[in-house]
């Protein structure tokens, strides 16, 4: 459910500086584009100042005379139309300049915006993703980053009007002083009302922003979850959470749409109440003789103008509210200290596999520890499997190794280098990780195992061999080039991790980790590309985390993980002796209804 509204509301000060802020940084990105904007809004600024002069004079030379004293139009009809006329034009190619320039700053920094978030995002560490929901991250990467650049589209026009609210000050005081005094108090207490509304709405704004993020979160859980839903018939369960989150939020956008109207209706009022005040007192002071009849005209004329201006610059303000609210949640994750930090080294031993080393090494999550003084050697160019009781660490080992997580203490070594100082692109480009859990993309076979590389043909097809998966992408309708679906969801799950491990192997890693990454395949099947993977010539030191017997006599040497701690590394026959070792091999044999003497 969307929460209410925070009780500290920060200051009409701070929500203002926050709001100049983020206009500085977002002008700042594509500073000639606004330029090109602000000047289309200062030539249709000025071409109103000027259209209120002409036609002040077109009344004074040519309107009042002919009505009043039935002078003849000869000699003043034409200068009169082709001044209205240069003045439209004028103002036609201001409005173009303006629109173009604010259309385009704001599509341009709304998609710099969204680049620069996503590639924030994925520079955090994975601990950092996993206390947020992916809901709400899609709403931070679309609604929040798409609103955070709302502020651009009255923007240049906000800023011409600003100019024009000083030049129709200057040229109402150049006729009369009085009547000027009484157009700029009532502009100020109208700019102030917006001013204090979008102020008072800064907080509801977030209120909403959250609340799409909630709304998200359930559409995303319902979707992704689909199967477990429908399984369980709670179809009904859903719809009413998503309904309760999708109320609120209604209601807090709602409140917001009162208040706005509230707000919009007192402004419109107050410029028509305005207007008359101006007519009347130059009416007045026509009487005195302090101004011609072509003076109030023009005063009248230019004050009718102003009134979209003066709406522009209330939509700046509350858009600078609500732009400000998404941009205090896209700030956020451009002010998290959680960032994965890099070296610079880049070099490769081709051909090599990769030696590990390990300065006892710890890993803690939160108050819990994970791993406790490790010390994991692992020669270049042998297999190692890793062992253990649900929850001893296995897959935080793994991860560690492929510094996906870096470890609370300790270092990880790659050929006596530490894992954190490879730069960004090049560790990635040494060690292939592949997870149980396998993500495709909705994609085609070849571009999922590319996934933005350019291997040639002869690569994938021998990566998609090594990997078991020829056999049954060879029988898909395009063969390499078949839509997978979204996930992967047109393949088995065997299927699917044959494939992502293809994606690993076509970029002959030198360290190759699999996390269980072939449990979903029948054991019969995982021998058989665990044994192709040793007698390829691949450059590859491989560790694999392992139930399956079957998998772990194909290792060169077992570590033996319990408790987060190394309990025993060597030859299969040697850890028999270790209860814990021996019991995990029965116990998987047991359950699948095999016995030692069929998979040993």
């Excluded at 002959?508 to 990454?517: C, E, N, S």
Aim: charged share 20%; proline share 4%; with cysteine.
């Amino acid at each position: 459910m969307v929460t209410a509204p925070d009780d500290d509301q920060p200051s009409l000060g701070t929500v203002l500086a926050r709001g100049l802020s983020l206009v500085r940084q977002l002008v700042s990105m594509h500073p000639g584009i606004y330029a090109l904007g602000v000047l289309g809004a200062v030539a249709f600024v000025s071409a109103i100042i000027a259209s209120a002069v002409v036609i002040g004079n077109v009344s004074d030379d040519l309107i009042i005379p002919v009505l009043d004293g039935g002078a003849s139009t000869q000699g003043r009809l034409w200068p009169a139309m082709a001044a209205v006329a240069g003045v439209a034009l004028w103002k036609a190619l201001g409005i173009t300049f303006r629109r173009v320039g604010a259309g385009w700053l704001q599509a341009r920094c709304q998609a710099d915006v969204r680049e620069r978030l996503i590639d924030r995002m994925l520079r955090l560490e994975l601990r950092w993703h996993q206390h947020r929901g992916v809901g709400d991250l899609l709403a931070v990467a679309d609604s929040d980053a798409g609103n955070s650049t709302w502020i651009l589209a009255p923007l240049p026009y906000a800023t011409g009007t600003i100019l024009l609210l000083v030049g129709t000050a200057a040229l109402i005081f150049l006729i009369d002083p009085l009547l000027a005094l009484v157009a700029v108090v009532s502009l100020a207490a109208i700019i102030s009302i917006d001013v204090r509304g979008s102020w008072k709405m800064f907080n509801l704004f977030q209120v909403i922003q959250r609340g799409q993020g909630e709304v998200a979160r359930v559409v995303h859980e319902s979707f992704d979850g689909a199967l477990t839903v429908k399984a369980l018939g709670r179809e009904q369960y859903e719809t009413d959470r998503l309904r309760v989150a999708s109320e609120s939020l209604r209601d807090h956008i709602s409140r917001i749409g009162t208040v706005w109207a509230g707000y919009r209706v007192f402004v419109e009022g107050m410029l028509s109440a305005v207007t008359v005040l101006l007519l009347v007192v130059g009416a007045t002071r026509l009487q005195n003789g302090a101004i011609t009849g072509g003076d109030l005209v023009t005063i009248a004329y230019l004050f009718s103008l102003l009134s979209i201006p003066i709406r522009v610059v209330g939509f700046m303000l509350w858009d600078m509210a609500h732009s400000t609210a998404s941009w205090t949640r896209v700030r956020a994750v451009h002010e998290s200290d959680d960032l994965v930090e890099y070296g610079n080294l880049n070099s490769r031993e081709a051909g090599t596999g990769a030696g590990i080393d390990t300065s006892p090494i710890g890993f803690s999550y939160g108050d819990q520890v994970i791993l406790q003084d490790l010390e994991v050697p692992i020669p270049p160019g042998t297999t190692v499997a890793i062992v253990g009781p649900t929850g001893s660490g296995k897959s935080t080992l793994a991860t560690l190794l492929a510094r996906l997580w870096d470890p609370t203490s300790g270092v990880i070594r790659l050929d006596d280098r530490d894992l954190r100082d490879f730069a960004r692109s090049a560790l990635p480009g040494e060690v292939a990780f592949v997870p149980q859990e396998t993500f495709l993309f909705d994609d085609t076979v070849r571009a999922n195992i590319a996934i933005g590389d350019q291997p040639d043909d002869a690569a994938v097809a021998l990566a998609a061999e090594l990997g078991g998966a020829v056999e049954f992408i060879e029988t898909l309708p395009y063969r390499y080039d078949t839509m997978l679906g979204e996930r992967g969801t047109t393949l088995s799950g065997g299927q699917r991790q044959r494939v992502a491990l293809a994606r690993a192997l076509v970029r002959t890693p030198r360290l190759l980790i699999l996390d269980d990454a072939t449990s979903s395949v029948d054991a019969s099947v995982e021998a058989e590309i665990l044994e192709s993977l040793k007698r390829a010539e691949l450059p590859s030191t491989i560790v694999i985390v392992a139930y399956r017997r079957s998998s772990i006599l194909l290792a060169d040497e077992i570590i033996y993980l319990e408790d987060g701690r190394i309990l025993g590394r060597g030859s299969h026959s040697k850890l028999l002796a270790i209860t814990g070792y021996a019991e995990i091999l029965e116990a998987y044999d047991e359950q699948n209804g095999n016995t030692p003497e069929t998979v040993s």
